[in-house]
């Protein structure tokens, strides 16, 4: 299925095929194609590049379809690789998987700040949710980590090593 390309999201960049590699839910999900393009929130002489998932419903395009700026993108999947090694390496050394009196658990140095990441204690069901957290990466961990070393593998081609 084909992207539009007449709304506000102009795409430059395209993966049309996504809804067959869309994790669990490939051939059978709404997320038609991804996009990096020309940012939907552009004012004149201000160009921004968004990542953008198209959702179809069958019968139109939705206005669930997300546009994210490229920056965000990355640190999404910054949170979640550092809530992966959190999950696999310290968070099995606490009874519910994390400490009540530290939930913080990295800090990513970004832009001169960093961004903190914790367990968030304010949900009322953490105990149980941080469970079905791991479980869910646990289960789709053939899905990740196929997806982590290509990801990997790209950035190291791009010169980009730890």
């Known amino acids: 299925m084909k992207i539009p390309t007449t709304l506000k999201h102009k795409p430059v960049i395209v993966a ?8 669990r839910a490939a051939y059978e999900t709404d997320a038609k194609g991804l996009s990096l393009g020309l940012a939907q929130w552009n004012d004149r002489g201000k160009v921004d590049i968004s990542a953008k998932v198209w959702r179809y419903t069958g019968e139109k395009w939705s206005r669930q379809s997300e546009e994210l700026p490229l920056h965000r993108v990355l ?30 658990f990295g800090r990513v140095g970004l832009q001169g700040d960093a961004m ?15 469970r079905l957290f791991q479980d869910a990466l646990a289960r789709d961990s053939e899905l990740l980590g196929e997806r982590m070393a290509v990801l990997a593998r790209i950035l190291g081609e791009l010169g980009y090593h730890g």
Do not use: M, S, W
């Not at 049309?16 to 994790?23: K, L, R, V």
């Not at 640190?75 to 519910?96: N, S």
């Open 75 to 104: 640190d999404l999947a910054i949170l979640t690789c550092e809530a992966q090694r959190y999950l696999r390496e310290d968070a099995y050394k606490y009874p519910d998987f994390y400490d009540p009196d530290h939930p913080q």
């Open 16 to 23: 049309e095929d996504y809804e067959q590699i869309d994790g």
């Open 116 to 130: 903190t990441v914790t367990v968030c204690t304010e949900n009322e069901h953490i105990q149980e949710d941080i």
